[in-house]
C-alpha cells in the first residue's frame, strides 16, 4: 500500500510551457485534491473531486486544470506557466466517512516542487 | 470555515512539553478541531481530531474547553524530530475541505 503518490519530484519549467502533474492513489478513496504551497505559507486548496468524472475549483484554480477518468489518479494540468506558479504541489485523498463521531482525514502525499523561470 | 488563529513560531527543548493554543472564536455546532503536522519538504500528515473536552492519542493531546472557543495541543517530551510546522483547522462535520493557516513554527533545540 503505496498511499499518495506525486510524480515528478522536482520541475523547471519555462514561461508558457505546459505540464501535468500526477498524483495516484491505492487507498480507494472517494475524495481527491490539489493544494499548493508557497514559502512559509499553508497549503490553499486548487482542485477537488468527490469521485471519478466529478471535479469542482478550489481557492486558487485559475491556471490549472484537472481530470478524474479514475478513482486512483486525479492529474493536474498547468498551461501556459508563469512564475506565480512557482510553488510545491501536494496531492491528497481521502475516504470521506460520515460517522458523526469525526470527521475526515487527508493523506499526503511527498509533493511536487515546480519553478518556473 | 471557522478561521483560526495560532502563534507564527514557538521554541522548546528536547524533552520539554509544548502547549501549542489555537483561537477559533466562530467554531459552529457541528465543527471539529483537527491538527495536522507538517515535516520539511513533505505533506501534512493528520495528528489528532477532537470536538470537545479531551482526546489522547499516542503522539498527542488536544484539551478543548466548554465554549471551544479555543484548543491546545500538548506535545509530551518532545524529541528533535517534533521539529515541524503544526496547523490547526477546524472541520465541519462530514466535510472534507480544509482550509490551512500559516500554523505554528516549532523548532525543538537539543
Known amino acids: 500500500n503505496a498511499g499518495v503518490t506525486q510524480t515528478p519530484k522536482f520541475r523547471i519549467l519555462k514561461i508558457g510551457q505546459s505540464m501535468t502533474l500526477q498524483c495516484t492513489q491505492d487507498m480507494n478513496h472517494n475524495y481527491m485534491y490539489w493544494y499548493r504551497q508557497d514559502p512559509g505559507m499553508g497549503l490553499k486548496l486548487i482542485y477537488y473531486s468527490v469521485g471519478a468524472g466529478i471535479t469542482d475549483k478550489g481557492e486558487v484554480p485559475n491556471g490549472y486544470n484537472v481530470s478524474r477518468s479514475t478513482t486512483e489518479d486525479f492529474p493536474l494540468r498547468l498551461e501556459l506557466a508563469a512564475p506565480s506558479q512557482t510553488s510545491v504541489y501536494f496531492c491528497?485523498?481521502?475516504?470521506?466517512?460520515?460517522?458523526?463521531?469525526?470527521?475526515?482525514?487527508?493523506?499526503f502525499g511527498p509533493g511536487t516542487r515546480l519553478t518556473v523561470l | 470555515l471557522a478561521k483560526t488563529t495560532q502563534p507564527i513560531s514557538m521554541d522548546s527543548y528536547e524533552g520539554q512539553e509544548v502547549n501549542i493554543t489555537c483561537s477559533h472564536n466562530n467554531i459552529a455546532t457541528n465543527d471539529y478541531i483537527t491538527w495536522y503536522q507538517q515535516f520539511p519538504s513533505q505533506g501534512p500528515r493528520f495528528i489528532i481530531q477532537g470536538y470537545k473536552t479531551k482526546v489522547t492519542n499516542e503522539v498527542a493531546s488536544l484539551f478543548i474547553p466548554a465554549d471551544r472557543k479555543s484548543s491546545t495541543l500538548s506535545l509530551p517530551r518532545v524529541s528533535l524530530s517534533d521539529t515541524a510546522v503544526y496547523y490547526c483547522l477546524v472541520v465541519g462535520d462530514s466535510s472534507y475541505k480544509l482550509i490551512f493557516g500559516s500554523g505554528t513554527r516549532l523548532l525543538v533545540r537539543p
Open positions: 491528497a485523498s481521502s475516504y470521506l466517512i460520515a460517522t458523526g463521531d469525526s470527521t475526515d482525514t487527508q493523506y
